[in-house]
Structure formats: structure tokens, C-alpha cells
């Protein structure tokens, strides 16, 4: 069975930075584009970043493009996101993706994980 599980998640000034990580178990993605989505509420689930199997491409929404980065850890089947300046409107559950293709993932990836809270104050 294949998991995505996130941690990391919290409550965090703006300003301020948290890291997220997915670790993915039941099978290897050290073949597979991952990537994060988010979800604020009232609004529809949204591509954040993407990275590809080797983490050789990487993709970012405009809204995040230089204060996040994603990166991945192959060895460790895990994918993270660091995130920095982080703003009110960043407040979202965060949600793990991996995919079935190497290089981006699709708008609906193949696997989903739970989800993680994170909130930011002003």
C-alpha cells in the first residue's frame, strides 16, 4: 500500500520559515516527479512546486517562486519544502504529490498524501 505521510506543519509569524517533508513508503519514487499542492480554505487545491525523479527540473507557482524550494532526498524516498518569508496567505494544508512520470507532476498526480496544517499569523 502506498503512503504519503507529511510532517512539519504549524503555526508560524509571517516572516518566519518552516520545512516540510513527505516521507513516501510502499513502494520507491526515486523514478518519479513529487511535488507539493495546497489548499486554502474556501479555495480549490493549487500546484505549489514540483521536482523531477532526479531533481534536475524543478517547477514553482508564481505566488511562491523565490521563497520556497523543494528538493528530495532519493535514499530516503522523502520530498521536502523548505519555505521562508512565509506570508498570511500561505496558510493552506499543504498536500504531498508523487506522479507516474519522471519530470513534473500532472495537475492530478497518481498518489495523494494526507495533508499538513500550516498557518501563518501576522
Known amino acids: 500500500q502506498v503512503q504519503l505521510v507529511e510532517s512539519g506543519g504549524g503555526l508560524v509569524q509571517a516572516g518566519g520559515s518552516l520545512r516540510l517533508s513527505c516521507a513516501a513508503s510502499?513502494?520507491?519514487?526515486?523514478?518519479?516527479?513529487m511535488g507539493w499542492f495546497r489548499q486554502a480554505p474556501g479555495k480549490e487545491r493549487e500546484f505549489v512546486a514540483s521536482i523531477s525523479w532526479n531533481g534536475g527540473y524543478t517547477y514553482y507557482a508564481d505566488s511562491v517562486k523565490g521563497r520556497f524550494t523543494i528538493s528530495r532526498d532519493n535514499a530516503k524516498n522523502t520530498v521536502y519544502l523548505q519555505m521562508n518569508s512565509l506570508k498570511q496567505e500561505d496558510t493552506a494544508v499543504y498536500y504531498c504529490a508523487a506522479d507516474d512520470r519522471s519530470t513534473v507532476v500532472r495537475t492530478i498526480p497518481a498518489y495523494w498524501g494526507q495533508g499538513t496544517q500550516v498557518t501563518v499569523s501576522s
Open positions: 510502499g513502494r520507491t519514487f526515486s523514478n518519479n516527479a
